[in-house]
């Protein structure tokens, strides 16, 4: 049975926010009100055009740079608006403070200027209109280069702030955002295939493709100037939870047996360990990616390798096979997922399509996966919850960060119309 498409549920109509960024009412028994920390904000132009630690932001070491919060508001109203600020002694900072929607450009917003005594002190911006029920973008910027001007913390007081929703985490990345494949446990699977449209493509994103119990695999914006294909294999034992791999037992460690052409191969540590392979490639956005996982039983091991659809050339390219020790099992735990590992770039949106997905089995035959189940990381359980997943196009969706209101509940599964016939993957031989 064809499952809904599409199924947002706004978190205001829920009525349930974390006690923990619901606003308090102010000592005095007077209007409720919020402070959200500068290093939960984000940076513009550049979002790594300062350094965001777990104290004090300093924004505006270049002309034109600037400083926003987003907030999720159940109600529109007025809020009264500060921002705490030090400025060096001596100087003197005009501040602008503008209030928008996150899809609309800020408006000219109210200007106060600050002179310096070195000091922490609440610049009031007086009543500010929150105009309607969603997301709000609170952007500070300067009129000048002010190196030397520290930001502190955002603070809002009024009605609407008693139901308003923000991170105050200083982890500022999006929720990571999961497709979980339901296979029966009893199929022995030895290929896992699926295609990947990347839709944004904002900087420290995963797009991974063809997940399973032992590896991952998958497309990546490194930076502005790198993108990469990677596929990862996982140590046994404690390889899916040790940072350092010299603690992992030396016959639990996956061993490299192959890799392509141009592919760099190494270990990861610090998010469990094992062996990493990448080839560094210029993908498209827009563009359809192709993947494909196969799994070899190999006695007590079990070799998988990573196989990608080189676009240019028209044919199926190794990027590397690891054997995993202590498996000798097929494929399991099929998933994809999509992530924002880097933090600086959360406010921005990340959306992918996925599919078709299909499964080759023991004897050959292949089976189509038209099913997949929405998950989140602990990110997306209360400190992002601009994170869903739909179908689209004949394909599932996923899609978080940017502050876009609706959400998806956890274990929510979808169903996306069946392509018809498996893929033609035609392996070079050995």
């Not at 009605?159 to 985490?169: G, K, Q, R, S, V």
């Not at 540590?269 to 080839?279: A, F, I, K, P, Q």
């Amino acid at each position: 049975m064809l499952k809904p498409t599409f199924a947002f549920v706004l978190a205001a109509a829920t009525g349930v926010l974390p006690l923990a960024i619901r606003a308090q009412s102010s000592p005095a028994g007077g209007a409720p009100a919020l402070e959200v920390p500068a290093n939960t904000a984000y940076l513009a132009p550049d979002p790594e055009g300062a350094r965001v630690g777990r104290g004090d932001v300093l924004p505006f070491a270049k002309a034109g740079s600037s400083l926003a919060w987003f907030g999720e508001f159940a109600h529109s109203g007025t809020v009264d608006a500060r921002v705490t600020v030090t400025v060096p002694a001596g100087e003197t900072a005009r501040l602008r403070l503008a209030v928008s929607g996150t899809g609309t450009p800020a408006a000219n917003g109210i200007m106060r200027e600050v002179r310096g005594t070195g000091a922490p002190v609440a610049v009031s911006f007086g009543d500010v209109i929150v105009s309607e029920r969603g997301y709000t973008r609170f952007e500070l910027s300067s009129a000048a280069a002010a190196p030397g001007v520290r930001v502190t913390a955002l603070r809002l007081e009024g009605e609407p702030a008693a139901e308003a929703h923000f991170n105050l985490d200083p982890r500022r990345n999006a929720a990571s955002v999961h497709l979980r494949y339901p296979v029966d446990s009893a199929l022995t699977v030895t290929g896992f295939y699926n295609e990947v449209v990347a839709v944004e493509d904002p900087v420290t994103t995963y797009y991974m493709a063809t997940g399973f119990a032992r590896g991952y695999f998958g497309m990546q914006v490194n930076s502005p100037t790198e993108r990469r294909i990677i596929f990862s294999v996982w140590d046994a034992g404690d390889g899916t939870t040790a940072k350092d791999r010299s603690t992992v037992a030396r016959d639990d460690q996956v061993q490299l047996v192959a890799k392509g052409e141009g592919v760099v191969a190494d270990v990861f540590g610090n998010e469990g360990t094992g062996g990493h392979s990448h080839l560094v490639y210029d993908w498209k956005t827009g563009s359809t990616q192709r993947f494909y996982v196969t799994a070899q039983l190999d006695g007590t091991g079990t070799i998988y390798s990573g196989w990608w659809f080189h676009p240019e050339r028209r044919q199926w390219q190794l990027i590397a096979s690891f054997r995993a020790p202590k498996d000798g099992k097929g494929l399991r735990r099929l998933y994809s997922f999509s992530e924002d590992f880097g933090g600086a770039t959360g406010h921005l949106v990340r959306k992918a399509r996925y599919g078709p997905q299909w499964i080759t089995l023991a004897d050959g035959s292949w089976r189509e996966l038209t099913e997949a189940t929405f998950t989140h990381d602990a990110t997306g359980k209360a400190n992002r919850l601009d994170r869903f997943m739909g179908v689209e196009d004949g394909r599932f969706f996923l899609q978080h960060g940017g502050f876009v209101p609706g959400v998806t509940a956890s274990g929510t599964s979808f169903t996306r119309p069946s392509s018809g016939a498996p893929p033609r993957v035609e392996l070079p031989k050995p």
